[in-house]
């Protein structure tokens, strides 16, 4: 089970989710791009033997905006202020999924002595116009641009039209098990366009090109711990193998037969992966 709570930072209301009894050791989780803590609900529960803590971003789900841009380095100082305000007895496990890995790599490697460990699963390890996907990339460039430009009703029927969210989806599920195919879709369905309005999401989707673990990894001085696909088309596993000696102290693990959508395909084995590396 997990608890909703709502806090104010600078004005601005975060809505986020507690699992597991808040005795435990804490993880603090961050979600990826157009995401909610919903994405790492899976996660979360299979992690029985610790305090998870799961925000949605600022401009996601139930969270409001930033007052400023959504830049990589105000998401920073947004986690900042977060984990301040939780006002924790030991620094906790920060782990970012996919975008998130990003925001929470800047974090790490700016705020060492907040947190313990970190972890990154699927991590943004290359630039998105050099993966296998560079075209599709360009695509959703011109998809996110256009849809600023928009007025404001005709963006978002733009930006959340159901064939769009499929193609996306279908893309990043690799698994065959209908069920499972057909749960992600709606995930994706539901969760994929709560985002607060175009502005923010163009804002979070530049920095989400703009930006990956890869300019963070040197400076990281924690225990890091990467989870990636084997078949992960936004970050190659060739590209994992380089990002992972980056860092001054860090594991690869891989999860074979899954891409992008480990939190969805396969979360017990990234539960366990987190829990032997913590333990």
């Known amino acids: 089970m997990s608890s909703r709570n709502i806090i104010r930072l600078q004005g601005t209301k975060i809505a986020y989710w ?27 529960k299979a992690l029985p033997g610790h305090h998870l803590i799961v925000p949605d971003l ?8 930033l007052t400023n841009e959504h830049s990589l380095d105000n998401y920073t100082q947004w986690l900042r202020a977060f984990i301040d305000e939780l006002k924790l007895p030991e620094p906790p ?9 990003i925001v929470t790599a800047a974090y790490a490697g700016k705020y060492p002595g907040t947190i313990s460990k970190l972890i990154l699963v699927n991590p943004i390890g290359a630039p998105a116009l050099e993966g296998p996907k560079a075209a599709l990339t360009k695509l959703a460039i011109f998809y ?6 928009l007025p404001p009703k005709i963006a978002h029927s733009w930006l959340s039209t159901k064939p769009i969210v499929m193609v996306m989806s279908s893309t990043m599920a690799k698994t065959k098990n209908k069920s499972l195919r057909a749960f992600i879709h709606n995930q994706h369905l539901q969760h994929f366009s709560t985002y607060a309005n ?5 804002e979070a989707f530049k920095t989400s090109i703009s930006h990956t673990v890869r300019e963070h990894a040197p400076t990281i001085a924690v225990p890091t711990l990467l989870i990636a ?18 860092f ?20 017990d084995q990234v539960a366990r992966l987190i829990d032997d590396f913590i333990r």
């Open 198 to 202: 175009p502005t923010v999401l163009s």
């Open 58 to 65: 600022p401009g996601f789900g139930e969270s409001e905006p």
């Open 229 to 246: 696909g084997d078949v992960d088309d936004i970050t190659p596993l060739a590209k994992q193998r380089e990002l992972v000696k980056l």
């Open 93 to 101: 496990v920060l782990l970012g999924h996919s975008f998130g890995s």
């Open 144 to 149: 996110y641009l256009l849809g600023r430009k």
């Open 248 to 267: 001054p102290r860090a594991t690869l693990k891989v999860i074979k037969g899954v891409g992008h959508l480990t939190h969805y395909e396969t979360p």
């Open 18 to 44: 507690t699992y597991h009894d808040t005795t435990l050791p804490t993880i603090v989780m961050i979600h990826g791009f157009r995401g909610t803590h919903h994405g790492l609900d899976l996660i979360a």
